[in-house]
């Protein structure tokens, strides 16, 4: 038995309670105890729970702003932010913000989530199962209404196939 198990929940089972209540203080105590970043982040990456829902997903799907914030901000955790799901439906995280907003109906809050993820380079573009991107899901559950989500992700769409044409273009000239 490992000492972590010992003496009650593993590293793994804390870390994946900490969505539920966005609880910060047990997020950075884990990773004082860890005090190793690359461990640290190991763990972050391949925590799942018995859904088959990743840690990040986890944390988008509840909108647990300010552990998702300290991660953003942190210059020592590396993200994998193309994790998806192990269950039939293989979503990224931002599938599970998007399922977030139109289960809460919280528009504004999942933006300002949304516009932080896509500023540290989340990748909105992932498709899952069904070949959804997360524009495509939250379309086809909305009634194709567009809204202050769609534009941020067409935009953001829009940009990174400009940014993917002009690297294309560098290289032919």
Request: proline share 2%; hydrophobic share 35%.
């Amino acid at each position: 038995m490992s000492s972590d198990n010992s003496e009650g929940a593993s590293y793994k089972e804390q870390l994946l309670s900490i969505p539920n209540l966005d609880n910060l203080s047990l997020f950075q105590t884990i990773e004082q105890e860890i005090n190793d970043a690359d461990k640290f982040s190991t763990l972050i990456n391949t925590s799942t729970n018995v859904q088959g829902l990743p840690f990040l997903y986890l944390l988008c799907y509840k909108a647990a702003w300010d552990t998702l914030n300290y991660i953003l901000d942190s210059t020592t955790i590396q993200l994998n932010d193309e994790v998806l799901t192990s269950d039939n439906n293989k979503d990224s995280c931002i599938h599970g913000l998007m399922r977030y907003c139109i289960e809460e109906e919280d528009v504004s809050f999942t933006k300002y989530i949304l516009e932080n993820l896509i500023e540290c380079g989340v990748n909105v573009t992932i498709k899952n199962a069904n070949n959804l991107t997360p524009l495509d899901y939250y379309l086809s559950q909305t009634g194709n209404k567009p809204d202050e989500i769609v534009d941020v992700l067409m935009s953001t769409e829009f940009n990174n196939d400009i940014d993917e044409g002009i690297e294309i273009d560098e290289y032919d000239e």
